[in-house]
């Protein structure tokens, strides 16, 4: 063991990196949640090699998240689409790209926005609280042992 | 190029993964968003080889998410500390924890939760609009190009 792998680490941010951690998935993510769904799509993109891609998308196909769709027969060609545990990472990939555009971002700005689709605004990432519904800031998050480390017998 | 680098990427996400998107780094953030300040206290967290810890460290220092400062002298010992570029971090964090959580955690539930330091309630990530404050859905976001796209002479 030469910590080439998460598993000893008992933690969900470890676990999801160990889905989505590896190099390209998440930009091939974000394709497919931009509305890309061919291998040509992706790899026009993406520019990586093609072994690369198939690899990437056949792991995330295992993961659930994507799906391998035929949409046409004779020959046969498919498409990629995301599932709901991809759409799931929206906030993530919002949030990526958002501290890229705080913190990386060259001096034209920001490649892409996030908007209100209703009425044009800017989309933020806000935490809040799910009890008493306030918004918070990153000093008022404190973080608790979970069921997986109080009950663990270790 | 192999497509070893996201340099042709003009993308928020792609920047911020070539930042923290190395192995181990964003469990590094994570640590040290969570208080460990110290080499052997990263170390015993993370269970990695020192030269991968030591290159990692390095790595956030010169991208200024972390701060070497020395807390003792003779010997002389230094400690890292998060700064407000890596707290800045946090909803991206708890964005990869809260997922992991939902699709990837064992059947002995999350290992940490995220609360709010005043009622004790759970930590959300919740999209809103900075216009018009409504809380969003992902199906509410829409991508446009922003001025690094749309400026561009390509």
């Not at 769904?37 to 994507?66: H, P, W, Y």
């Not at 973080?143 to 017998?153: E, H, N």
Request: aromatic share 6%; proline share 6%; charged share 25%.
């Amino acid at each position: 063991m030469l910590g080439r792998t998460y598993d000893d680490q008992l933690c969900s941010i470890a676990r999801t990196l160990e889905i989505v951690g590896e190099r390209w998935t998440l930009l091939i993510v974000r394709d497919a949640l931009l509305g890309l769904r061919r291998f040509e799509e992706f790899q026009d993109s993406l520019g990586i090699a093609r072994n690369v891609l198939t690899d990437r998308l056949s792991k995330l196909v295992a993961d659930g998240l994507l799906e391998r769709v035929c949409y046409q027969q004779r020959p046969a060609r498919y498409e990629y689409r995301p599932t709901g545990k991809a759409a799931d990472l929206v906030t993530t990939v919002l949030a990526l790209m958002h501290w890229g555009d705080r913190h990386a971002a060259g001096p034209d700005g920001p490649p892409r926005i996030a908007t209100h689709a209703g009425c044009g605004g800017d989309v933020r990432e806000q935490l809040v609280c799910a009890e008493c519904g306030q918004a918070l800031g990153p000093e008022a998050v404190q973080m608790l042992p979970g069921p997986a480390l109080t009950d663990s017998p270790a």
